[in-house]
């Protein structure tokens, strides 16, 4: 129970004077009671006076110690009766506020919290309605707010009162607890018309933790119609104090299960394998799934891999060899030993085993007591299969230059040995063998060297517009004199783009994808060769009726060491050069096939070269920005100091005004002041990484982005154009991949494809939309804001962003300037909110066009 206040004491202590002072006057007498005495009763309630002792106490006359004792009695009673009716109410409400902190601090969900909260501080002030807003470290508000009381009509009615951001703004503002009797007039001071179901009382007060904000806490409308009371403010501030440290407490365990899965994941996922191991027991602690994967050879079927420890032996680099079955593993830990990078051979009885490069590192306790030790293994068999793979490579290099050279040697001997003996024709013939073989030669230590300029990223082209019927017919014209046997059809649609194209590069990919077909097609089987337009580039796909490929290979056609198609020397590297050339033209080349017996199908894109396109691969230098006569700038974002350079150098030779920096910390200032045209940006940087940076800076919605990066797995690709980049460079690369790389983003951003879906249809050039062959009329702003939404359809375009690129607004604005113009471009395309076609919501974040494909 709480005590009373200081001024309720000094009321309770009046009235037990003034009760003494009346006992004493009816009860003492000094000439006939004088042996009574009396002692004042120690209780701590204002109700216990004092007690009469003594032998004579009856003395009195009966009348008037009756008429005493109901005087007494009578004030007792009514006084008694109050108290206990308080003190019953007290101790209800504290019950109740002990059961609700005892729950709130029973749990770490922080829905559960909150909602406990609010419940139960409505229910011990007698409000109507609670609310819990919540706001995040940087006191952005968060989606886990809680609403209490409302009907779902009245909370969706709070949601759309178009003033509720500013309101929550003020009381945000206000440094305490805040209680009013008249909640509309304080709105209408503010100069903020109410919300129709405003409710008349209302108090709040922020809620802190460690003098941080977590968010705020409000009551309104107490339902007996009166207002708050002090009491029912130090009930919100008590709640308001606990809600804060909850919500604190789950954040952090939050956080630290987040930071928890996220090393488990890190470490389960690793290309490494890790164990984890007791130094007492030498029993394994953990292990991730790669350690996993590597022991797993040597288990014996139907037994755990505990047993392992059991059986295996351990034999190191210096030879000795080691048996954990006569050496405890436990025993081994203990000593402590640090291991680096050593080359550890584990086998079993019956002869398996298996090769690894092994780190041992012992984790210690206060006072060098070990209590675990971490080894990470590496497997050394994809090792030794780059070695062996690099070993068949030399092996078939020098094979395919031994045959023809074996021929030309034969040929020589032959004209050097025979002269006088051969006729003319024959002579002919050897000659023609020589210069044959010589020519086959040439062409295998071209792609030689061509191999070796993709790897180290110098291989050059040189793109001017051509056509993409003469390249094929050239490529079509090669293969068939050079003794191809099969029929070539050509299907190329009328209308197709010039292409900016290296042309001996480009048909030496055809050719060498013709050359790949045929190889694996019956002769009885027609090679095809299309193209199609895809959107700033054009897709020439070259198909056979072959052998087809196994879809476990597909991934691997395009490496050097992949084998192509099947076994045949020559394929990989024959592919691994189309893939280099094609990136160079900054395409990309892709395999398709249905399955074995069935074909394949092989295709690659190059740009299309529009007019900036072909002025520019006419010069060295690119178009200049239709505003400015100044070279256009990019940005370049790499913490690798050789990258930076690297790029740079191409990036002034081929006439761009480069900007370069290693602090991703530092790109919306410099996006800001600069103004560049597109970023360059490494995927893997210090402390981050660039798909999370297209979230977390806004000013790279504005602008194409190409990122960088030493991995070039598909998953990777698609995961960083998902995010909204243009492109994506694996390194190594050439100077002439990336300019024409930057090149191709550029005019995919400044000369967009006309925009389609559905019925409506958006011409960039002329800026007209039509919606179902009828042109709408829209104002300037309504038009750039339908174009910004189209030019990133079907990813979710921010508030903020709109903002920023429609009405050049970096501060933060309110929203609802952009919803009052997205309901406008809704009404006159005749769109609606609850079914969508065109404009889709993205609750509290922003709007998302549909794309063609969508509909």
Same mark, same amino acid.
């Given at each position: 129970?709480?005590?009373?206040?200081?001024?309720?004491?000094?009321?309770?202590?009046?009235?037990?004077?003034?009760?003494?002072?009346?006992?004493?006057?009816?009860?003492?007498?000094?000439?006939?009671?004088?042996?009574?005495?009396?002692?004042?009763?120690?209780?701590?309630?204002?109700?216990?006076?004092?007690?009469?002792?003594?032998?004579?106490?009856?003395?009195?006359?009966?009348?008037?110690?009756?008429?005493?004792?109901?005087?007494?009695?009578?004030?007792?009673?009514?006084?008694?009766?109050?108290?206990?009716?308080?003190?019953?109410?007290?101790?209800?409400?504290?019950?109740?506020?002990?059961?609700?902190?005892?729950?709130?601090?029973?749990?770490?969900?922080?829905?559960?919290?909150?909602?406990?909260?609010?419940?139960?501080?409505?229910?011990?002030?007698?409000?109507?309605?609670?609310?819990?807003?919540?706001?995040?470290?940087?006191?952005?508000?968060? &989606?886990?707010? %809680?609403? /209490?009381?409302? +009907? !779902?009509?009245?909370?969706? $009615?709070?949601?759309?009162?178009?003033? @509720?951001? *500013?309101?929550?703004?003020?009381?945000?503002?206000?440094?305490?607890?805040?209680?009013?009797?008249?909640?509309?007039?304080?709105?209408?001071?503010?100069?903020?018309?109410?919300?129709?179901?405003?409710?008349?009382?209302?108090?709040?007060?922020?809620?802190?933790?460690?003098?941080?904000?977590?968010?705020?806490?409000?009551?309104?409308?107490?339902?007996?119609?009166?207002?708050?009371?002090?009491?029912?403010?130090?009930?919100?501030?008590?709640?308001?104090?606990?809600?804060?440290?909850?919500?604190?407490?789950?954040?952090?365990?939050?956080?630290?299960?987040?930071?928890?899965?996220?090393?488990?994941?890190?470490?389960?996922?690793?290309?490494?394998?890790?164990?984890?191991?007791?130094?007492?027991?030498?029993?394994?602690?953990?292990?991730?799934?790669?350690? &996993?994967?590597? %022991?797993? /050879?040597?288990? +014996? !079927?139907?037994?755990?891999? $505990?047993?392992?420890?059991?059986?295996? @032996?351990? *034999?190191?680099?210096?030879?000795?060899?080691?048996?954990?079955?006569?050496?405890?593993?436990?025993?081994?830990?203990?000593?402590?030993?640090?291991?680096?990078?050593?080359?550890?051979?584990?086998?079993?009885?019956?002869?398996?085993?298996?090769?690894?490069?092994?780190?041992?590192?012992?984790?210690?306790?206060?006072?060098?007591?070990?209590?675990?030790?971490?080894?990470?293994?590496?497997?050394?068999?994809?090792?030794?299969?780059?070695?062996?793979?690099?070993?068949?490579?030399?092996?078939?290099?020098?094979?395919?230059?031994?045959?023809?050279?074996?021929?030309?040697?034969?040929?020589?001997?032959?004209?050097?040995?025979?002269?006088?003996?051969?006729?003319?024709?024959?002579?002919?013939?050897?000659?023609?063998?020589?210069?044959?073989?010589?020519?086959?030669?040439?062409?295998?230590?071209?792609?030689?060297?061509?191999?070796?300029?993709?790897?180290?990223?110098?291989?050059?082209?040189?793109?001017?517009?051509?056509?993409?019927?003469?390249?094929?017919?050239?490529?079509?014209?090669?293969?068939?004199?050079?003794?191809?046997?099969?029929?070539?059809?050509?299907?190329?649609?009328?209308?197709?783009?010039?292409?900016?194209?290296?042309?001996?590069?480009?048909?030496?990919?055809?050719?060498?994808?013709?050359?790949?077909?045929?190889?694996?097609?019956?002769?009885?089987?027609?090679?095809?060769?299309?193209?199609?337009?895809?959107?700033?580039?054009?897709?020439?796909?070259?198909?056979?009726?072959?052998?087809?490929?196994?879809?476990?290979?597909?991934?691997?056609?395009?490496?050097?060491?992949?084998?192509?198609?099947?076994?045949?020397?020559?394929?990989?590297?024959?592919?691994?050069?189309?893939?280099?050339?094609?990136?160079?033209?900054?395409?990309?080349?892709?395999?398709?096939?249905?399955?074995?017996?069935?074909?394949?199908?092989?295709?690659?894109?190059?740009?299309?070269?529009?007019?900036?396109?072909?002025?520019?691969?006419?010069?060295?230098?690119?178009?200049?920005?239709?505003?400015?006569?100044?070279?256009?700038?990019?940005?370049?974002?790499?913490?690798?100091?050789?990258?930076?350079?690297?790029?740079?150098?191409?990036?002034?030779?081929?006439?761009?005004?480069?900007?370069?920096?290693?602090?991703?910390?530092?790109?919306?200032?410099?996006?800001?002041?600069?103004?560049?045209?597109?970023?360059?940006?490494?995927?893997?940087?210090?402390?981050?990484?660039?798909?999370?940076?297209?979230?977390?800076?806004?000013?790279?919605?504005?602008?194409?982005?190409?990122?960088?990066?030493?991995?070039?797995?598909?998953?990777?690709?698609?995961?960083?154009?998902?995010?909204?980049?243009?492109?994506?460079?694996?390194?190594?690369?050439?100077?002439?991949?990336?300019?024409?790389?930057?090149?191709?983003?550029?005019?995919?951003?400044?000369?967009?494809?006309?925009?389609?879906?559905?019925?409506?249809?958006?011409?960039?050039?002329?800026?007209?939309?039509?919606?179902?062959?009828?042109?709408?009329?829209?104002?300037?702003?309504?038009?750039?804001?339908?174009?910004?939404?189209?030019?990133?359809?079907?990813?979710?375009?921010?508030?903020?962003?709109?903002?920023?690129?429609?009405?050049?607004?970096?501060?933060?604005?309110?929203?609802?300037?952009?919803?009052?113009?997205?309901?406008?471009?809704?009404?006159?395309?005749?769109?609606?909110?609850?079914?969508?076609?065109?404009?889709?919501?993205?609750?509290?974040?922003?709007?998302?066009?549909?794309?063609?494909?969508?509909?």
């Amino acid at each position: 129970m709480s005590r009373p206040s200081c001024r309720q004491q000094e009321r309770q202590q009046h009235e037990s004077r003034r009760r003494q002072r009346r006992l004493r006057r009816h009860v003492f007498n000094r000439d006939r009671h004088r042996s009574m005495c009396s002692i004042p009763a120690v209780v701590e309630h204002p109700h216990a006076h004092m007690i009469i002792v003594g032998p004579r106490a009856a003395a009195l006359p009966a009348p008037r110690r009756m008429a005493v004792q109901a005087d007494l009695e009578g004030e007792t009673l009514t006084d008694s009766s109050d108290a206990k009716r308080e003190i019953e109410a007290l101790r209800t409400r504290i019950s109740t506020l002990s059961a609700a902190i005892l729950r709130i601090s029973a749990t770490l969900d922080l829905d559960t919290v909150l909602a406990e909260v609010v419940e139960s501080a409505r229910r011990l002030t007698g409000a109507r309605y609670g609310v819990i807003a919540t706001v995040d470290e940087a006191g952005t508000p968060t &989606r886990e707010s %809680v609403f /209490s009381g409302f +009907t !779902p009509e009245e909370e969706q $009615e709070l949601f759309t009162w178009p003033d @509720s951001g *500013r309101l929550f703004e003020h009381l945000r503002e206000l440094p305490g607890p805040v209680r009013l009797a008249d909640l509309s007039g304080y709105v209408r001071a503010l100069g903020i018309a109410p919300a129709r179901l405003f409710s008349r009382t209302f108090q709040g007060t922020p809620m802190r933790h460690r003098g941080a904000e977590v968010g705020h806490f409000f009551l309104a409308d107490k339902t007996d119609g009166k207002e708050f009371t002090d009491d029912d403010e130090e009930v919100l501030i008590l709640f308001a104090s606990q809600a804060a440290a909850a919500i604190a407490n789950a954040r952090t365990y939050r956080n630290e299960q987040r930071a928890r899965a996220d090393l488990e994941a890190l470490v389960e996922t690793s290309p490494v394998g890790v164990v984890v191991f007791d130094a007492q027991s030498g029993q394994p602690v953990s292990l991730n799934r790669e350690a &996993r994967r590597i %022991v797993e /050879s040597l288990r +014996t !079927p139907g037994h755990p891999l $505990e047993q392992l420890q059991e059986v295996v @032996s351990v *034999r190191r680099a210096d030879g000795r060899e080691v048996s954990l079955a006569e050496i405890p593993l436990a025993q081994t830990l203990g000593a402590g030993e640090t291991v680096r990078a050593e080359e550890v051979v584990l086998s079993v009885p019956d002869g398996r085993s298996v090769r690894t490069l092994i780190n041992a590192t012992p984790i210690r306790a206060e006072g060098d007591a070990i209590l675990s030790v971490v080894v990470t293994m590496q497997d050394l068999a994809p090792l030794d299969e780059i070695d062996r793979m690099r070993t068949e490579f030399l092996s078939l290099v020098s094979h395919e230059l031994r045959a023809p050279l074996i021929a030309i040697k034969g040929s020589a001997d032959a004209l050097l040995e025979e002269a006088a003996e051969l006729d003319p024709a024959e002579m002919r013939e050897f000659h023609r063998i020589i210069a044959e073989q010589a020519g086959h030669m040439r062409g295998l230590i071209r792609d030689l060297l061509d191999a070796g300029r993709i790897d180290s990223g110098t291989l050059s082209v040189a793109p001017e517009p051509s056509e993409v019927a003469a390249l094929v017919e050239r490529a079509r014209s090669t293969f068939l004199s050079g003794g191809g046997r099969h029929a070539v059809l050509v299907d190329l649609p009328a209308g197709l783009p010039p292409v900016m194209a290296d042309r001996r590069r480009i048909v030496q990919v055809l050719n060498n994808l013709l050359s790949n077909a045929a190889r694996h097609a019956p002769e009885s089987t027609p090679i095809r060769v299309a193209a199609v337009r895809e959107d700033a580039h054009v897709a020439v796909s070259v198909s056979d009726e072959g052998s087809g490929v196994a879809p476990e290979l597909l991934p691997h056609l395009f490496s050097k060491h992949g084998g192509g198609q099947g076994a045949t020397a020559g394929h990989g590297l024959g592919l691994a050069i189309c893939k280099g050339l094609v990136e160079a033209h900054g395409g990309r080349i892709r395999a398709r096939s249905p399955g074995a017996g069935r074909g394949a199908t092989f295709t690659f894109t190059i740009p299309a070269a529009g007019e900036a396109g072909a002025a520019a691969a006419r010069s060295k230098t690119p178009p200049p920005a239709p505003e400015s006569a100044e070279p256009p700038r990019i940005l370049v974002v790499d913490d690798d100091p050789r990258a930076l350079r690297f790029v740079r150098d191409a990036l002034d030779e081929a006439g761009f005004a480069p900007l370069v920096t290693g602090a991703p910390q530092e790109m919306s200032r410099i996006i800001r002041t600069e103004r560049p045209r597109l970023v360059l940006l490494d995927l893997m940087l210090p402390d981050t990484d660039g798909i999370e940076l297209m979230d977390q800076v806004p000013e790279l919605a504005d602008l194409p982005v190409i990122f960088i990066s030493g991995y070039g797995r598909d998953e990777t690709v698609a995961k960083a154009l998902e995010s909204g980049a243009a492109d994506y460079l694996v390194k190594p690369f050439s100077p002439t991949e990336l300019v024409a790389r930057i090149r191709a983003a550029l005019r995919r951003r400044e000369e967009p494809e006309p925009f389609a879906v559905g019925e409506l249809a958006i011409d960039y050039p002329q800026r007209r939309v039509t919606l179902g062959g009828e042109e709408i009329e829209l104002t300037a702003k309504e038009y750039e804001l339908l174009r910004v939404l189209s030019l990133d359809a079907g990813r979710v375009v921010t508030f903020e962003t709109l903002l920023r690129r429609v009405w050049a607004k970096s501060e933060k604005a309110d929203a609802n300037l952009v919803r009052n113009f997205v309901r406008n471009l809704r009404r006159k395309l005749g769109d609606s909110v609850s079914s969508p076609v065109y404009l889709f919501n993205a609750r509290g974040v922003g709007y998302r066009m549909a794309k063609p494909r969508d509909r």
